[in-house]
């Protein structure tokens, strides 16, 4: 995987797991429990600081009571999304900021 992909990848999960955990009104704690995945693990995946495996992209979506295929959906669309116009998400020291492609 390049560079620019798990950045994305990892962009578009950090602001899927957050925005989807409070929209929901599940705490760190709450969904770790949910999802089987300690809470220092949750803050790190928010945080941008780890990219999940497989395995764990199922805790994930287990925690979020979706099926696999609709969080993989979800960050698809995400990355096709950020890949298709001029700037791109990208997770830099655990924020998400905005960068320029050049074209």
Same mark, same amino acid.
């Given at each position: 995987?390049?560079?620019? $992909?798990?950045?994305?990848?990892? @962009?578009? /999960?950090?602001?899927?797991?957050?925005?989807? =955990? +409070?929209?929901?009104?599940?705490?760190?704690?709450?969904?770790?429990?949910?999802?089987? $995945?300690?809470?220092?693990?949750? @803050?790190? /995946?928010?945080?941008?600081?780890?990219?999940? =495996? +497989?395995?764990?992209?199922?805790?994930?979506?287990?925690?979020?009571?979706?099926?696999?295929?609709?969080?993989?959906?979800?960050?698809?669309?995400?990355?096709?999304?950020?890949?298709?116009?001029?700037?791109?998400?990208?997770?830099?020291?655990?924020?998400?900021?905005?960068?320029?492609?050049?074209?």
């Amino acid at each position: 995987m390049n560079d620019t $992909l798990a950045k994305n990848l990892s @962009a578009s /999960l950090q602001r899927l797991l957050h925005d989807e =955990r +409070l929209n929901r009104s599940i705490t760190r704690k709450d969904f770790a429990a949910k999802s089987g $995945l300690s809470r220092q693990y949750v @803050a790190m /995946l928010e945080d941008g600081k780890r990219i999940p =495996r +497989l395995d764990t992209l199922f805790q994930i979506a287990q925690g979020l009571n979706m099926q696999i295929s609709q969080l993989v959906e979800i960050l698809q669309g995400n990355l096709n999304s950020a890949m298709s116009t001029p700037t791109s998400m990208a997770a830099d020291s655990g924020k998400i900021k905005w960068i320029t492609r050049k074209q």
